[in-house]
Nanobody, 116 residues
Framework: QVQLVESGGGLAQAGGSLRLSCVASGNIFSATAMGWYRQSPGKQRELVAVIANGGTTNYVDSVKGRFTISRDNAKKAVYLQMNSLKPEDTAVYYC??????????WGQGTQVTVSS
């Protein structure tokens, strides 16, 4: 069983920065990938960024060049550095751990609000 605890959300002004953290309990070393998703009211949850076990990263087009995902296996943590924030980045952000043969685990979500 894996539990994920997120932190770092909050209120930022447009152009500002926030750093999200997600710490896992349990075995994540066999996870295929870790990532961040977000969901805003009335919209479907979308993948923001993902980092595979080998370190390969992928981002949704709207955050490329502004967000950076990183992973610290020793701390069993994944981070999302968000720079040049925009009001449209406002959403609840969820940490995800994906196992190819074990499904997905989710954090409780952390609110990010960007004011214009």
């Amino acid at each position: 069983q894996v539990q994920l605890v997120e932190s770092g959300g909050g209120l930022a002004q447009a152009g500002g920065s926030l750093r999200l953290s997600c710490v896992a309990s349990g075995n994540i070393f066999s996870a295929t990938a870790m990532g961040w998703y977000r969901q805003s009211p009335g919209k479907q949850r979308e993948l923001v960024a993902v980092i595979a076990n080998g370190g390969t990263t992928n981002y949704v087009d709207s955050v490329k060049g502004r967000f950076t995902i990183s992973r610290d296996n020793a701390k069993k943590a994944v981070y999302l550095q968000m720079n040049s924030l925009k009001p449209e980045d406002t959403a609840v952000y969820y940490c995800n751990v994906h196992y190819a043969f074990g499904g997905d685990y989710w954090g409780q979500g952390t609110q990010v609000t960007v004011s214009s």
